[in-house]
């Protein structure tokens, strides 16, 4: 667990959009798409862990860190497709196992247990440390500003599906699921606040993929179960 105290005594700003603030980074652009598999899990992990290598390596590694590794490898982490867990394992095996790049991701999920593919082995990224972040809209909003986006979950409804603008809230429908997305800044709209979060939809659902779910009243469960890690440069 990192230590959060002085965030209180420092100035955090009132919005915040990390493709903003690093805007060479590649993957801070870019809206993955799940599509009927439920990776949820793996992808906005794969994207966060992609977007901190980037950040702490100042623009000069920029990758895709490939969601179908964590997927096939990672079998403390969930079910593949049928979903998986928000508990940290995925960013402890970053630490343990690292995760390779994309354009070698067929051979890292067929290869993933072959200690004499060396290639596979030497193309791989690790992360230095997985921890959470604790239950505090402040301190997950200086994590962010301060390291790079971050994976949340929350439970999911029908009318999150129906989502095409303004600040998202949980009105009507069922509880059909949970899922897990990636935070990448905050912003207040009229008198909601918000978390900016980057989809894994594609950029055909949503505002282009990413939507503003509101924050600070831990909606939903998502400002209680805030994960992530720091890459191993």
């Known amino acids: 667990m990192k230590r959060y105290e002085y965030v209180y005594d420092i100035e955090i700003p009132e919005s915040f959009d990390a493709r903003e603030q690093w805007p060479t980074c590649a993957s801070l652009q870019e809206i993955r798409n799940q599509g009927t598999c439920g990776s949820c899990w793996a992808v906005a ?20 860190l490939a969601a179908e590794d964590l997927m096939g490898c990672c079998v403390d982490c969930g079910n593949g497709c049928e979903g998986g867990f928000l508990d940290g394992t995925s960013f402890q095996y970053w630490v343990d196992a690292g995760l390779c790049h994309p354009e ?69 429908g069922e509880q059909i699921g949970k899922h897990a997305v990636r935070i990448i800044g905050w912003g207040r709209e009229g008198r909601f606040p918000y978390w900016l979060i980057a989809n894994s939809y594609g950029e055909e659902w949503g505002d ?26």
């Open 208 to 233: 282009h993929g990413y939507f503003k779910f509101v924050r600070g009243s831990n909606h939903l469960g998502i400002e209680s179960n805030v994960i992530t890690g720091l890459p191993k440069l």
């Open 104 to 172: 070698h991701s067929p051979k890292c999920s067929h290869h993933c247990q072959d200690g004499a593919d060396r290639r596979y082995t030497k193309d791989k990224l690790y992360g230095e440390v997985a921890y959470s972040v604790p239950r505090d809209e402040r301190m997950i909003r200086y994590e962010i500003m301060t390291n790079g986006p971050v994976e949340a979950g929350f439970d999911v409804y029908e009318d999150m599906l129906l989502y095409k603008s303004g600040v998202y809230r949980h009105v009507y």
């Open 45 to 64: 992990a794969a994207s966060v862990m992609s977007d901190r290598v980037c950040i702490h390596s100042n623009g000069t590694i920029n990758v895709a």
